[in-house]
């Protein structure tokens, strides 16, 4: 674990600042992730795990206007039926492939809208063994994409023998998984700091690619009827361009404001439903507005968006040289700040600052 601001970030090729946020960083591989957390709900006395099982459908009231449980298959080889599994409340945390839209639609009800924003973006990601002289105290090296260089790049230590490279790609140019062509592509980051990493370094791993063709938002929100006893969080509501780190503090701000409602007893869907609407607000402004600085990215450049990009722009140049920037990025960033936090005067004066135009390290 380390501090989020004193990791190594680059905009386009110039370093960060560091600073200490207080804000800590976590680098780890998914399945350890998962399974912390897992072991941690499985801690809890009341939870049982229904292992290799697949929701197939609601049950509902004959009128529709409560759900009362769940259509449930095992997907073992030896499964037998499907069977029903009632619940006083149930919660879609189902991922992007949630089907709840097609199942309240065969309830009566309407599909929410769905806002996508086709990013085409694929990380292909490899592991190498850890030498000593890696990193040089860091946990993590971050290229971040720009629009003048869209390709980005992620280089850190996930435990003491193992270091992991994501490169990025967007709107199609994807980081290819031939080894050759992979170490390519990190030589062609304007930083050379992960390619000098990686170059002579022990492969652990295949390259493996991982597409995310859009970031999606399921308005359920905006719907003027719902069935009470159900609920959506997480990825089913809204899948974030993963470039941008929030889509598992959404899920855990949502799963607060869960707890806070379930203290007062069962909570209206509408009324939570707007609730995660109004907690989705926020990141997806950023994820998509910081999607459009990309040339050939589709979608409307409205003064908000041009100005606000610019500014953002002007923010990371000015990060290069003063602290004060580098917090306020990463306070936004991870989500602790509103936007508006950049608009404080110590962070304008920050961006007011002649910046020395172009790439490259700041003298
Ligand atoms: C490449 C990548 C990098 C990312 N990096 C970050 C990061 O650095 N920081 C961050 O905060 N977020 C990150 N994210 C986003 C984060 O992974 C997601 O926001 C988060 O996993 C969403 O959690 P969830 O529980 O809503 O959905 P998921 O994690 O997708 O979990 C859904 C679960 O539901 C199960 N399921 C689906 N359908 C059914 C069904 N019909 N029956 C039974 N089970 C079902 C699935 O098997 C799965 O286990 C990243 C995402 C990607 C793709």
């Given at each position: 674990?380390?501090?989020?601001?004193?990791?190594?970030?680059?905009?386009?090729?110039?370093?960060?600042?560091?600073?200490?946020?207080?804000?800590?960083?976590?680098?780890?591989?998914?399945?350890?992730?998962?399974?912390?957390?897992?072991?941690?709900?499985?801690?809890?006395?009341?939870?049982?795990?229904?292992?290799?099982?697949?929701?197939?459908?609601?049950?509902?009231?004959?009128?529709?206007?409560?759900?009362?449980?769940?259509?449930?298959?095992?997907?073992?080889?030896?499964?037998?039926?499907?069977?029903?599994?009632?619940?006083?409340?149930?919660?879609?945390?189902?991922?992007r492939?949630s089907?709840?839209p097609?199942?309240?639609?065969?309830?009566?009800?309407?599909?929410p809208v769905e806002q996508r924003m086709?990013?085409?973006?694929?990380?292909?990601?490899?592991?190498?063994?850890?030498?000593?002289?890696?990193?040089?105290?860091?946990?993590?090296?971050?290229?971040?994409?720009?629009?003048?260089?869209?390709?980005?790049?992620?280089?850190?230590?996930?435990?003491?023998?193992?270091?992991?490279?994501?490169?990025?790609?967007?709107?199609?140019?994807?980081?290819?998984?031939?080894?050759?062509?992979?170490?390519?592509?990190?030589?062609?980051?304007?930083?050379?700091?992960?390619?000098?990493?990686?170059?002579?370094?022990?492969?652990?791993?295949?390259?493996?690619?991982?597409?995310?063709?859009a970031s999606v938002r399921r308005h359920y929100e905006r719907?003027?009827?719902?069935?009470?006893?159900?609920?959506v969080?997480g990825d089913a509501v809204c899948s974030l361009n993963?470039?941008?780190?929030q889509g598992?503090?959404v899920?855990?701000?949502?799963?607060?404001?869960?707890?806070?409602?379930?203290?007062?007893?069962?909570?209206?869907?509408?009324?939570?439903m707007?609730?995660v609407g109004?907690i989705v607000d926020q990141p997806w402004f950023i994820s998509t507005?910081?999607?459009?600085?990309?040339?050939?990215?589709?979608?409307?450049?409205?003064?908000?968006?041009?100005?606000?990009?610019?500014?953002?722009?002007?923010?990371?140049?000015?990060?290069?040289?003063?602290?004060?920037?580098?917090?306020?990025?990463?306070?936004?960033?991870?989500?602790?700040?509103?936007?508006?936090?950049?608009?404080?005067?110590?962070?304008?004066?920050?961006?007011?600052?002649?910046?020395?135009?172009?790439?490259?390290?700041?003298?």
């Amino acid at each position: 674990m380390g501090d989020l601001g004193e990791q190594r970030w680059y905009f386009n090729a110039r370093p960060f600042r560091s600073t200490r946020t207080g804000l800590p960083s976590v680098t780890a591989q998914r399945p350890v992730l998962e399974e912390y957390f897992r072991d941690k709900v499985a801690a809890l006395p009341n939870v049982t795990f229904l292992e290799r099982t697949d929701v197939l459908g609601f049950l509902s009231t004959p009128d529709g206007r409560q759900v009362t449980g769940v259509r449930l298959r095992s997907t073992a080889a030896d499964a037998g039926s499907a069977f029903n599994l009632d619940a006083d409340l149930l919660v879609d945390a189902t991922g992007r492939g949630s089907r709840t839209p097609v199942w309240l639609e065969e309830l009566g009800y309407e599909r929410p809208v769905e806002q996508r924003m086709a990013i085409g973006l694929a990380y292909t990601t490899r592991l190498y063994r850890r030498r000593p002289d890696m990193l040089n105290g860091t946990q993590f090296i971050n290229c971040i994409a720009s629009r003048e260089f869209p390709r980005g790049a992620f280089f850190g230590q996930v435990d003491r023998k193992t270091c992991i490279v994501s490169l990025t790609g967007i709107l199609g140019d994807h980081p290819p998984t031939d080894p050759g062509g992979f170490l390519a592509f990190a030589r062609s980051l304007p930083v050379a700091d992960v390619y000098e990493q990686i170059r002579h370094a022990e492969p652990l791993s295949d390259p493996v690619c991982f597409r995310f063709p859009a970031s999606v938002r399921r308005h359920y929100e905006r719907l003027p009827r719902l069935p009470e006893r159900l609920l959506v969080l997480g990825d089913a509501v809204c899948s974030l361009n993963p470039n941008y780190s929030q889509g598992m503090t959404v899920a855990a701000m949502e799963v607060m404001a869960l707890r806070r409602r379930l203290s007062r007893g069962t909570p209206s869907t509408i009324a939570f439903m707007r609730e995660v609407g109004r907690i989705v607000d926020q990141p997806w402004f950023i994820s998509t507005t910081n999607d459009l600085k990309y040339n050939g990215m589709a979608g409307h450049r409205g003064l908000t968006a041009r100005m606000g990009n610019a500014y953002v722009t002007r923010l990371h140049h000015a990060a290069a040289k003063d602290p004060a920037v580098t917090n306020a990025l990463m306070r936004v960033a991870g989500l602790i700040d509103r936007p508006t936090a950049l608009m404080r005067p110590r962070v304008l004066l920050g961006a007011l600052r002649p910046q020395k135009p172009g790439t490259g390290p700041v003298e």
